[in-house]
């Protein structure tokens, strides 16, 4: 069916969604954009039909360029929030994520060709935890600067 889980209902929109947790040293792989003041994880949504981590391996060829293996899911993130692109705009958005720490080739170069739903072009960024950029999910600050072999959940409600 190839359609994104990502369904309206009243006010509001469920968005189910992977993110990619991309590591290299002490730095980690973030997006960013014209139209956001914040930066965001690589990933997106999941399609109908497909597993989390077959949209999560899509996702990231689809935003670097480079077919990458999964070690293991770190985050579960329910987050609540108001829509903040053109399309959800007006909308309360509940958002369930699955954040999944990629195997990263030593030779890893990303290509970003990708845009958002809105058509703005996206860059890749390489960040420390302490950037002074705004970006999401805010628990990346605490928990990839030692990363744990367990599976968190975490809830945020920004609404």
């Given at each position: ?11 509001g ?6 993110g990619a ?5 002490d730095?980690?792989?973030m997006?960013?954009n014209?139209?956001?003041?914040h930066?965001?994880s690589?990933?997106?949504r999941?399609k ?5 981590e077959?949209?999560v391996?899509?996702?990231?060829f689809e935003?670097t360029?480079v077919?990458?293996e999964?070690?293991r ?7 609540f ?9 007006g909308?309360?958005v ?14 890893f ?9 809105d ?13 002074p950029k705004k970006?999401?999910?805010?628990f990346f ?10 599976v968190?959940h ?6």
């Amino acid at each position: 069916m190839n359609q994104d889980l990502c369904i309206k209902i009243n006010d509001g929109i469920l968005n189910i969604r992977v993110g990619a947790i991309i590591m290299k040293e002490d730095k980690f792989l973030m997006v960013e954009n014209d139209s956001f003041d914040h930066m965001y994880s690589v990933g997106g949504r999941i399609k109908f039909g497909e597993t989390a981590e077959e949209a999560v391996i899509r996702e990231v060829f689809e935003e670097t360029g480079v077919k990458m293996e999964i070690d293991r899911l770190g985050f579960i993130h329910e987050n609540f929030f108001p829509g903040d692109s053109e399309v959800k705009k007006g909308n309360i958005v509940h958002e369930i994520s699955f954040f999944f720490y990629m195997k990263v080739p030593k030779d890893f170069e990303p290509i970003c060709d990708s845009f958002t739903e809105d058509g703005n072009k996206e860059r890749l960024l390489w960040i420390r935890a302490d950037h002074p950029k705004k970006y999401y999910p805010e628990f990346f600050k605490t928990e990839l600067a030692n990363p744990s072999k367990e599976v968190k959940h975490y809830v945020t409600k920004q609404v």
